[in-house]
């Protein structure tokens, strides 16, 4: 099984209703996360979300409307709840590969439960600008599924 963990986004629908997570992210990599998962409804790839408000969540997890930066300071705040949900969620899940698509600050928070996992955990970090990153995202997520168009 897969796993691909992002940054909240600061682009939010705007709904009085809750809305799954990666339905209420609205930035280029939710774009493009949404477009893989209505073409692979059946992939095995689970969604795991870094907020700057619930702290780690599944993609599929009902959110409210909300507006809150991740800073460092909040990252240091939510790293121990991040490292509990974590466990909890790599124990339920065997994962063999894990993408993480996450800004410096939510490293922070992030970070230290990467370095405990398993070794025999392919882990593999985006880079570089918004559309670099939205086309590594887009390769690996197709790159796992048995559709090979990725446009």
């Known amino acids: 099984m897969r796993a691909v963990i992002l940054s909240c986004g600061q682009r939010k629908i705007r709904s009085d209703a809750l809305l ?11 774009r493009v996360l949404r477009k893989y998962l209505r073409r692979n409804d059946a992939a095995p790839t689970l969604v795991w979300i870094v907020s700057a408000e619930f702290g780690l969540i599944e993609g599929s997890r009902h959110i409210p409307f909300y507006d809150r930066r991740m800073t460092q300071e909040r990252a240091r705040q939510l790293a ?12 339920a899940h065997p994962i063999e590969s894990v993408l993480v698509n996450l800004s410096a600050d939510y490293a922070i928070a992030v970070d230290p439960c990467l370095d405990a996992i398993d070794d025999a955990v392919i882990v593999e970090r985006t880079s570089g600008g918004i559309g670099t990153r939205s086309g590594q995202l887009r390769r690996w997520l197709y790159s796992g599924s048995n559709d090979g168009a990725a446009c």
């Open 20 to 30: 799954p997570a990666v339905e209420r992210y609205d930035g280029p990599y939710y």
């Open 80 to 91: 121990p709840s991040i490292a509990s949900c974590f466990s909890e969620m790599w124990r």
